[in-house]
């Protein structure tokens, strides 16, 4: 009798559990209709230029703008630390980011030649730093943007959150080889404190400076939800472990 009230106790309490823990596949879209949505875009320094939320440019308008010159040479990014893009990673099984990007212009000076730029996504933990930086970050090359070439759709999935080792193509060090990630940080442990995302376009390491003319629009995340054991597969294993136990038991008290 005691053992059946034991079992129902942990068939009510791995019922609680799985509602709390089975989420629906998470989805977000901004695409800047009702503004900037907590993105924001970086420049070197103010008086060079901005970052707009722009009503008349989009696919489809509206869109965040950024028109510059990038004398610092420190590139563009978009980042935002919204809940609704960062937190643990690791409870949904896989995770995709994509975003539209128009490359208007990306030329040295005002008139000068067209300069191809990479583009790149950074997932970011300021709670366990790297040696050297203010964070430990991972970074993917979503792609080549090349000058004119109009609206384009980028995107990357995390197909497995809880690896502990860098997939293919995800990096972790900067241009010039310094590790961008905590040494005792694996790939998951980031992955599970995301504390925001950046769209990054690196700046210019050698040569003239760049004037940019960029524009984001529809940037999203979604996920596939972890799978979690049906309650009754989960109290069947329970059943069994606490029969190995009480058999355990009842051999020594046997002997």
């Not at 079992?7 to 019922?15: S, Y």
């Not at 099984?93 to 790149?120: C, E, F, H």
């Not at 970011?124 to 970050?137: M, Q, T, V």
């Not at 190995?244 to 038991?249: L, P, S, T």
Request: overall charge negative; hydrophobic content about 40%; aromatic content about 10%.
């Amino acid at each position: 009798m005691k053992l059946a009230y034991l079992l129902a106790g942990i068939a009510g309490a791995v019922l609680s559990f799985n509602a709390a823990a089975i989420k629906p596949g998470h989805s977000t879209l901004v695409d800047f209709s009702d503004g900037t949505d907590e993105w924001f875009g970086r420049v070197g320094v103010p008086a060079a230029g901005t970052t707009t939320w722009d009503n008349a440019l989009g696919n489809s308008a509206p869109s965040l703008h950024t028109v510059y010159n990038d004398f610092l040479k420190v590139g563009l990014r978009y980042y935002t630390d919204s809940s609704l893009f960062t937190g643990d990673y690791t409870q949904a099984q896989s995770v995709t980011l994509s975003l539209d990007v128009n490359p208007i212009r990306m030329a040295v000076g005002a008139t000068g030649a067209a300069v191809p730029k990479d583009i790149y996504l950074d997932l970011i933990d300021y709670d366990h730093p790297a040696d050297g930086f203010d964070s430990s970050f991972v970074s993917f090359k979503l792609g080549t943007l090349t000058a004119g070439s109009g609206w384009q759709n980028l995107s990357v999935t995390l197909s497995s959150t809880g690896s502990a080792t860098l997939p293919d193509g995800w990096t972790a060090v900067d241009a010039s080889g310094n590790p961008t990630m905590a040494s005792d940080l694996t790939f998951a442990q980031l992955l599970s404190g995301v504390d925001e995302i950046a769209f990054r376009i690196p700046g210019t390491r050698s040569g003239s400076a760049l004037s940019y003319d960029v524009a984001v629009d529809n940037i999203s995340i979604s996920s596939v939800a972890a799978a979690v054991p049906e309650p009754a597969s989960a109290l069947l294993w329970l059943t069994g472990l606490l029969g190995v136990g009480a058999f355990g038991r009842s051999r020594k008290a046997g002997r």
